[in-house]
């Protein structure tokens, strides 16, 4: 049986992920220097994309009469930027190291997204609009990586 409390307390989630994201590629965009032009257009899409997710989860959030979520982060997110800061004084602002935690990030917003689909009372309408969520936000998970790698090796 759907259960609207359940469903609006996992939107809720994900809105927060995406808005750890959101902080996160800016934080990400204030690290880079003048040579990185291709990271800032990725990331500024990145953002874009966390955005309207966000948008589609707040929609969705309503049309089940709860309130969403749009303005906090997760506690996790804020000690990934916390640690994020805390690293940078140690390694500096170098591509790789924007780019490790890039990917730190991407694997928690997986790991939130998966969670979210193993949750009980979670409607069908529901599971594809996550699924769907989260088959982009892998897309974007797989081009830092990509990127990572290739500045590692």
């Known amino acids: 049986m759907e259960n609207t409390a359940i469903n609006s307390e996992i939107l809720n989630d994900l809105i927060q992920i995406n808005n750890d ?4 590629y800016e934080k990400a965009l204030s690290e880079l220097s003048d040579q ?21 989860l707040t929609q969705e959030v309503q049309v089940l009469g709860s309130s969403a979520e749009t303005a906090s982060t997760t506690t996790s997110g804020k000690i990934y930027r916390a640690w994020m800061d805390l690293k940078a004084v140690f390694t500096g602002n170098d591509r790789e190291t924007v780019l490790n935690n890039c990917e730190f ?17 979670l409607s069908v309408h529901l599971k594809n609009i996550i699924s769907e969520q989260k088959a982009d936000l892998y897309s974007s998970h797989n081009k830092i990586k990509e990127l990572r790698d290739r500045v590692s090796s």
């Open 21 to 24: 994201r959101v902080a996160g």
């Open 105 to 121: 990030g991407e694997d928690a917003a997986q790991k939130a997204y998966k969670t979210a689909l193993e949750a009980d009372g």
């Open 36 to 56: 990185d032009s291709d990271l800032r257009s990725l990331f500024s899409e990145m953002i874009r994309q966390s955005k309207q997710h966000k948008a589609t």
